[in-house]
């Protein structure tokens, strides 16, 4: 089902005469287990229409570089294959998503877009709505809870919205039937200005694509929604046994590695949530520990992305976190380093070197070495500004699942978002530390170093 909270109208417009109805993909790139899809599908069938999609690729968007191109482009040819097996043409565009959607706009009863949570993506949405003539439909398909059904403001931390999570999860926790669509539309024409001809060359289409250079594409983790259904076999059948305990031991994967594919909408967390909830009896610490991170962690970032106007600043930080840095910024750090030289992976300590070297390689940091590594950032940086400023720029460039709420929420939590005050220290003032000591304590780090050694050596092989 598609509950009423999902869907809102972001302008006063109505349904009109028309040839389609145009679905805007934009965030939620999938054919499947997609409210704002089937949505569309459902209004298509009922005005007896065919539906037709489309996909503006920007080629400037923020932080966005060659890494995180390729992945979203392997993923758009899978996803234009599944459109295609239901009858739906989707056109993809080398054009700023307002212009692709005005492209087809005029020939559109009404168009319907998924949600995104990121400044850039509201913005999208506003233009295109004070734009068209016709009814622009919003539905909600990132989130298993829609954000202010959750809450109505920003959220200090996991145990202030986990019980508002909590409230409501089971209602929104339901499979989403799939519609058949009634009306094809693989031959219905429209304007192709700028249209891609085909997906399958994706090393050609970065070569043509004026875009950031900065990261090179990463074949560890391959774009699309039949891989990402590939990782979530894996890791049912093989890892989720041990994740309560495993998931954060770098030296062993435990891990689902489902972030990049969320972050490109490539997977559903519905889909995703309820397989793993039927998983068989007796795992029922590990499927709550896994959904916790899935859902209240997730949307927890969600939350701070759409109620903090500032959160991808130094400026987003609770008073008290703004205050002990601030109080701290001019303390003797006994290391300082600056961004080459952390980008390089090049500082005294080795455990931190792995873990940027792992995230420059395959393009996503294992969870817990991620919180080290933009604890130890603060720790090395001139000022907690420039730190900050520095951990998002080396965030987004490398990982796949970078310039996402999850990863402006997890930066800001190295800086004391959504976490408490702690004994006071220097540097770190009242905000939580991390120590090489701590990582020896809880695990075998060498290791983990071992294993990024190993897979650095194969790649140069």
């Keep these: 089902m598609i509950q009423p909270e999902r869907i809102q109208f972001l302008n006063d417009e109505t349904a009109r005469d028309g040839d389609y109805v145009l679905y805007w993909m934009q965030r939620a790139q999938r054919a499947s287990c997609n409210h704002a899809l089937e949505y569309a599908v459902r209004e298509a069938n009922g005005l007896g229409l065919p539906l037709v999609a489309v996909f503006g690729i920007t080629q400037r968007f923020p932080d966005g570089n060659a890494r995180s191109y390729a992945f979203m482009l392997e993923g758009l040819r899978d996803t234009a294959r599944r459109f295609e097996e239901r009858g739906i043409k989707l056109v993809v565009k080398v054009r700023p998503p307002v212009d692709a959607v005005r492209d087809l706009a005029d020939g559109a009863a009404l168009v319907v877009v998924d949600r995104g949570y990121l400044r850039i993506e509201r913005r999208w949405r506003e233009r295109v709505a004070r734009r068209l003539s016709c009814r622009l439909v919003q539905v909600e398909s990132d989130a298993i809870v829609p954000v202010e059904t959750a809450s109505e403001k920003e959220e200090y931390a996991a145990y202030t919205i986990r019980p508002k999570i909590q409230e409501h999860r089971d209602k929104f926790l339901v499979e989403l039937e799939e519609t058949p669509l009634e009306r094809d539309s693989l031959s219905v024409e429209y304007e192709d200005d700028g249209q891609l001809d085909a997906l399958e060359d994706i090393g050609d289409l970065l070569n043509r694509l004026r875009i950031n250079r900065s990261a090179s594409a990463v074949d560890t983790f391959l ?13 049912i059948a093989h890892k ?56 209240v962690r997730r949307e927890l970032s969600m939350n701070f992305c759409t109620y903090n106007p500032e959160y991808d600043s130094l400026a987003c930080l609770p008073g008290w976190a703004s205050e002990t840095l601030e109080a701290h910024a001019d303390d003797p750090r006994e290391y300082v380093y600056d961004e080459r030289t952390l980008e390089a992976g090049r500082t005294h300590d080795p455990y931190w070197n792995a873990a940027q070297q792992e995230m420059v390689l395959t393009g996503k940091m294992h969870g817990y070495m991620r919180m080290y590594w933009g604890k130890k950032i603060l720790e090395w940086s001139p000022d907690p500004e420039v730190a900050f400023r520095v951990a998002l720029t080396l965030n987004n460039r490398y990982e796949l699942d970078g310039r996402d709420p999850n990863g402006f929420a997890g930066v800001a939590w190295c800086f004391g978002n959504h976490d408490r005050a702690w004994a006071e220290r220097e540097v770190y003032g009242k905000v939580r530390y991390m120590s090489a000591g701590g990582l020896e304590r809880k695990f075998d780090i060498d290791a983990y170093v071992r294993k990024v050694k190993r897979l650095a050596d194969s790649q140069m092989e």
């Design 223 to 235: 774009g699309g929604t039949s891989q990402a259904q590939a990782l979530l076999d894996d890791f």
């Design 240 to 295: 989720l046994d041990r994740y309560a305990d495993g998931r954060n031991d770098p030296s062993q994967d435990y891990l689902s590695h489902m972030s990049p594919y969320l972050h490109f909408g490539q997977i559903s967390p519905l889909d995703i949530a309820l397989r793993v909830r039927n998983v068989r009896d007796g795992e029922a610490e590990n499927v709550e520990a896994y959904l916790e991170e899935l859902i």
